[in-house]
């Protein structure tokens, strides 16, 4: 009865990552935003299945296995994910949305619903092939996008940037107008015009955070350095959207649901 139980459970906990990291990509990709009353809810009831998983575990595995799981899972997630937000790589959301699925899934019995079981005894913690394919999905994204960018609008790529430098250019941002971008939403520019000595000096950023800017406050900038004469508004400068992480986490969820770790512990050994 009690296992019966955990069993709709644990379905009811993979419906609802899938549907929490649908409706959060939705808002990632849209507004690059997710609304803090929505975050904080999702996490709020993820706590409250956590804690009845962990009841169901510590009454069917050995104590310490469980323990071991959930820390390893925690400090791979939170833990990591909270060290890249704090550098400027990720945002807030992307935090909570990985220690979410971190507390939704910390120990292996979600293997036992996966699509392709490898048969080994102590599978991978969950939140690290979800990672990892998660990653894996937006390099190849980004390889793609590069290519396209790079190919496209090799001519305009800065000349005195170096090969590794016009290569993460190419990988997080696009060249555009400066008129088309007073006309953008949520983009932010790479591209940063400095007047010193009422000259115009040009650098160039490859990291900022998305939480700590207002895309609106560049565009205010540009209209003033328009209107002041300093720069045409037909000039080039590179723009980013960001690198959504949720959808990649979605698609890589999806994939873990599929495949496990399989592909890893075939890689490495099992």
């Not at 849209?30 to 956590?50: A, E, G, H, M, T």
């Amino acid at each position: 009865m009690f296992n019966d139980i955990y069993a709709s459970i644990l379905l009811f906990k993979i419906a609802y990552i899938l549907f929490i990291l649908s409706i959060f990509s939705y808002y990632d990709i849209k507004y690059r935003d997710i609304p803090d009353k929505y975050v904080w809810i999702s996490l709020s009831i993820s706590i409250v299945l956590f804690a009845l998983s962990v009841f169901y575990y510590f009454n069917k595995y050995v104590e310490i296995l469980v323990i071991g799981y959930i820390v390893l899972s925690l400090l791979l997630s939170t833990g990591l994910f909270t060290i890249m937000y704090f550098y400027g790589l990720i945002g807030k959301a992307d935090v909570f949305i990985v220690s979410e699925i971190a507390l939704l899934f910390p120990f292996i019995d979600v293997y036992d619903v996966v699509f392709y079981k490898s048969n080994i005894f102590l599978n991978l913690p969950p939140i690290i092939p979800i990672i990892l394919y998660s990653t894996l999905l937006s390099l190849v994204i980004g390889s793609f996008k590069t290519l396209f960018i790079s190919v496209k609008y090799r001519k305009l790529l800065p000349k005195e940037l170096s090969l590794c430098r016009k290569i993460l250019l190419a990988i997080i941002g696009r060249p555009v107008r400066i008129r088309d971008f007073l006309e953008m939403k949520h983009y932010y520019p790479l591209t940063i015009l400095e007047i010193r000595d009422n000259v115009v000096e040009k650098k160039y950023r490859f990291v900022f955070n998305v939480e700590e800017e207002d895309y609106s406050v560049y565009q205010d900038k540009y209209r003033e350095l328009i209107k002041s004469g300093y720069v045409n508004d037909d000039e080039i400068i590179w723009v980013t959207y960001g690198v959504p992480f949720l959808v990649p986490l979605l698609f890589g969820f999806m994939l873990f649901m599929s495949i496990g770790d399989y592909p890893l512990l075939e890689l490495f050994g099992k």
